[in-house]
């Protein structure tokens, strides 16, 4: 018999081309605590393909430094220009696949859905979704970067959501390994 774990950790990226925004999430029972936020930098790159490399290692670099069980991401939104869609799948991608690398499960978020969550209103804007987690995670400063507060915004859109990172009826498996672990009765 396994005991549920408590407490998890949830970090939440919101992927960018220019600038990456994250927060991580102590989530121990209904109650969330701020573990950090911040950005990565990544306008000083001149070519697509070193971004995608500092985002992969700055997620790493993320995952080992505070060991979440999941992570939470914010899916791209459809704009008007394709080649920024792209490049912010990219992007995304390459957040994703840090944590598949490291076995941590993945789980996307609409923007609206994120907003929703955070304020009750889909439509809000980034300084309304700042100024409600400062109130709901008790924290004073405000980033320079309101990417960081978007970050934050996804962990905790995904606390809300009470998504469990185990649970026999609906577990999400980050590879095979996983499943092949907590599945051994139906190998052959």
Not at 94 to 99: E, G, R, V
Not at 127 to 149: G, S, Y
Request: proline share 4%; net charge positive.
């Amino acid at each position: 018999m396994s005991i549920e774990k408590k407490e998890r950790v949830i970090l939440g990226i919101d992927p960018g081309t220019s600038v990456m925004g994250y927060g991580v999430i102590c989530e121990n029972g209904s109650k969330n605590t701020l573990q950090s936020l911040g950005i990565v930098k990544l306008d000083h790159l001149n070519d697509h393909f070193s971004k995608l490399r500092l985002i992969f290692e700055k997620t790493v670099g993320l995952i080992d430094a505070y060991h979440p069980d999941v992570l939470a991401i914010e899916a791209p939104f459809y704009g008007k220009n394709i080649q920024v869609l792209l490049k912010l799948g990219r992007a995304q991608g390459i957040a994703m696949a840090a944590a598949l690398s490291r076995d941590i499960p993945v789980f996307e978020y609409a923007p609206r859905k994120i907003k929703q969550s955070i304020t009750g209103n889909g439509n809000a804007t980034k300084e309304q979704v700042a100024a409600m987690l400062q109130r709901l995670l008790n924290f004073k400063e405000t980033p320079e970067f309101l990417d960081a507060t978007d970050g934050l915004a996804v962990a905790l859109c995904h606390a809300f959501q009470r998504t469990p990172t185990s649970s026999s009826s609906s577990k999400s498996y980050a590879g095979w390994s996983g499943f092949v672990r907590d599945n051994k009765s139906r190998l052959k």
